[in-house]
């Protein structure tokens, strides 16, 4: 009875919630971007809105016609649409999260109904689980016991046939440094959020449609941020909008891999 009522009180009235318990986006890098948010297509807005409240300790807001989670180091972005394919039939395979105590996580999600797809050693040598979401979502977490928060946005991984040529395209687009990721060599950080890139045998779908649809970085100056962008050789999908009802400026491009992008000015500020 406690976790119903705690959760229906998050979920209704989260300007109650010390906004200091809640990590917010990272602190742009010298690009002046930092990582943003996930938005996902969802066929049931409420169950998902519940699940990422109950499970990922996920804060709703709601602006306009715009639903978001809001999570350490990232948002989640929800439409009401059923997707057209599950995460691992698109360039991004996977979400990943850090969890300060896996045990607990999954003995609490596998009470709720849900199955764990596997438990194992990760690539920093520690433990690690894939779940499977509503929708396709597929979701990598990651045990870290000095976590601060019991949960934490971590990284995307990419699986495409020529991934170190796109992890390539995007440190230059966003001017990063390639690190590894324990034995991951492929990666490289944004404020925020680790991007990995791995090796796929097959060609993926891109992430139109599917349950990630797209991701998203936020900028401070996104008008200055576009020009710079374009001297580089990007070309917008749309023309870029500023959504007064939303309290966003926006735009899109696609990766040469097929992943949509959007660039936002105002998300730092839900």
Request: glycine share 8%.
């Amino acid at each position: 009875m406690k976790k119903i009522i705690f959760s229906f009180f998050i979920l209704f009235f989260p300007h109650l919630i010390s906004q200091s318990a809640f990590a917010q986006l990272a602190t742009p890098g010298a690009a002046g971007l930092a990582f943003g948010h996930v938005h996902l297509n969802v066929s049931d807005l409420e169950y998902h809105k519940r699940l990422w409240v109950e499970h990922f300790n996920g804060i709703v807001v709601e602006k306009g016609a715009l639903t978001a989670i809001k999570l350490p180091n990232l948002f989640l972005l929800l439409t009401e649409k059923a997707p057209t394919r599950g995460t691992q039939a698109t360039v991004i395979d996977h979400i990943g999260f850090k969890v300060r105590n896996m045990d607990r996580f999954l003995d609490t999600w596998r009470k709720a109904g849900f199955e764990v797809d596997n438990v194992f050693i990760g690539a920093e040598k520690q433990t690690n689980a894939y779940i499977t979401l509503p929708d396709g979502v597929y979701v990598e977490l990651q045990e870290d016991q000095a976590l601060a928060q019991e949960i934490a946005g971590y990284h995307l991984h990419y699986y495409l046939p020529d991934h170190k040529s796109l992890l390539a395209w995007y440190a230059d687009l966003f001017e990063l440094d390639i690190k590894p990721r324990g034995i991951i060599a492929t990666t490289t950080n944004v404020p925020g959020l680790n991007l990995s890139f791995a090796k796929a045998t097959i060609k993926r779908s891109p992430t139109k449609g599917s349950s990630i649809d797209h991701i998203g970085f936020e900028v401070g100056d996104l008008a200055a941020f576009i020009k710079k962008l374009e001297t580089k050789g990007i070309v917008l999908d749309a023309p870029y909008q500023e959504i007064p009802a939303i309290g966003l400026k926006v735009a899109f491009f696609t990766d040469p891999a097929g992943t949509r992008v959007e660039l936002t000015e105002g998300l730092r500020d839900y």
